[in-house]
């Protein structure tokens, strides 16, 4: 058997033609007589797409007030990241102003050293020059200029003028040598504190692009929860215009005059609410399979035992029965807007061109699949495009 997605154009052009076939093939005099002689059964009938109609309504109004309800949650998380977001904006100014203030004090330190180092140079050679002469003094040079004054008094203000000259050159460098130690001291105090301070402002930049994020998902967030309001109150527009029909198709049916136009329900607003066409498991999904070469799948194939019946998944028209190449023995329903199902793979078929179906009215019988299981081949067209049944379908 042929892959179903080779034939895809061919299908596309069976779709506008079967659609275009069978809406002039049906005449508006057999269709008067026909409501005519079955009034009771299309009052039953209209009255249960009505309440199924209300039933869809009710459902999708829950989901709408959910949808609100998830929106309101969202707009006040963003309301509180947003809050922590200019805190966490406010903590990281505060770093850069603790960061710049480190800066000054440390290149204050730098210079407060560089000019330590650099005095210290200058005083060298002087300092030098004098420990060598008090070194050349040695102890008896030492004394000998003790000796040298003319008198005691002399000699008691030279030894006293000698040992401060010494005590002074002490002082100064255990002086040079406690600054010098402080100033390394408290650099690197503040080295270790810009550190830390980097390593905060770090977390902190981490944090604020954490919230930066998570405001960024609740944004899209919302912004997915209003593209599903909206598409949500498409629906139950379109659904309300149906309901609208069917009460006055059901005013004419009462009235006992014959209805301009079948009693009818949209298949959109019953996105995900779609009976499954057979039971059984899903062996083959929507897109494209795996593998570089593989085809892209424009439908599902359903693993079922052999003697299951496939059912339609909502009112409809038979706009196609019988075979076609790829498909083997197909059914086309036809619900209307552009909106198609179609049940492939099957091994015979229990309906006629034309006939209007019933959701859930029996379709035909599976057969064989590409695999060579048994199963069903179906797929979904909406604005005559083909969308993943998956999504459509009532989750299982």
Do not use: C
């Not at 040695?138 to 040298?148: D, K, P, T, V």
């Not at 005590?167 to 270790?192: H, I, W």
């Not at 329900?265 to 066409?277: I, M, T, V, Y």
């Amino acid at each position: 058997m042929e892959n179903h997605s080779s034939k895809g154009s061919g299908l596309a052009v069976l779709l506008v033609w079967a659609s275009v076939s069978f809406a002039s093939s049906v005449s508006f005099v057999s269709f008067v007589s026909s409501v005519a002689s079955a009034q009771p059964s299309d009052r039953a009938r209209t009255e249960a797409l009505a309440r199924r109609a209300a039933e869809r309504l009710q459902s999708l109004q829950g989901e709408a007030d959910r949808l609100a309800a998830q929106e309101r949650t969202l707009i006040g998380d963003l309301r509180k990241l947003e809050l922590e977001r200019q805190v966490k904006g406010e903590e990281l100014k505060q770093f850069d102003r603790d960061a710049a203030k480190l800066e000054a004090e440390l290149a204050g330190i730098t210079e407060r050293m560089d000019a330590l180092q650099q005095s210290e140079r200058k005083a060298r050679p002087e300092l030098t020059g004098r420990l060598v002469e008090m070194y050349k003094l040695g102890q008896a040079r030492y004394l000998r200029l003790l000796l040298s004054a003319p008198d005691l008094h002399r000699m008691g203000q030279a030894s006293r003028t000698v040992a401060a000259l010494a005590k002074l050159d002490r002082d100064r460098v255990a002086a040079r040598a406690r600054t010098l130690a402080e100033l390394t001291s408290t650099r690197v105090t503040l080295e270790q504190r810009a550190g830390q301070l980097a390593a905060a402002r770090a977390a902190a930049a981490a944090a604020e692009g954490a919230v930066a994020r998570a405001a960024l998902s609740r944004n899209e967030l919302i912004r997915d929860i209003d593209r599903r309001r909206d598409l949500n109150a498409q629906l139950a527009g379109e659904l309300q215009a149906a309901q609208q029909k069917l009460q006055v198709t059901l005013r004419e049916l009462a009235a006992g005059s014959s209805p301009a136009e079948p009693a009818a329900l949209p298949l959109r607003p019953f996105r995900g609410e779609l009976d499954w066409p057979v039971a059984g498991t899903v062996v083959r999904r929507f897109g494209r399979s795996a593998g570089r070469s593989a085809a892209s799948n424009n439908g599902i194939e359903i693993g079922t035992a052999e003697d299951a019946t496939a059912v339609a998944i909502h009112d409809g028209t038979v706009a196609f029965a019988g075979a076609f190449g790829g498909f083997g023995n197909l059914v086309i329903l036809d619900h209307g807007s552009q909106t198609f199902s179609l049940y492939g793979d099957l091994l015979d078929i229990a309906v006629k061109k034309g006939a209007r179906l019933e959701r859930g009215h029996a379709i035909g019988s599976v057969g064989v699949t590409d695999a060579g299981t048994t199963g069903l081949y179906f797929e979904l067209r909406v604005d005559g495009q083909p969308v993943d049944p998956l999504q459509w379908l009532k989750k299982r």
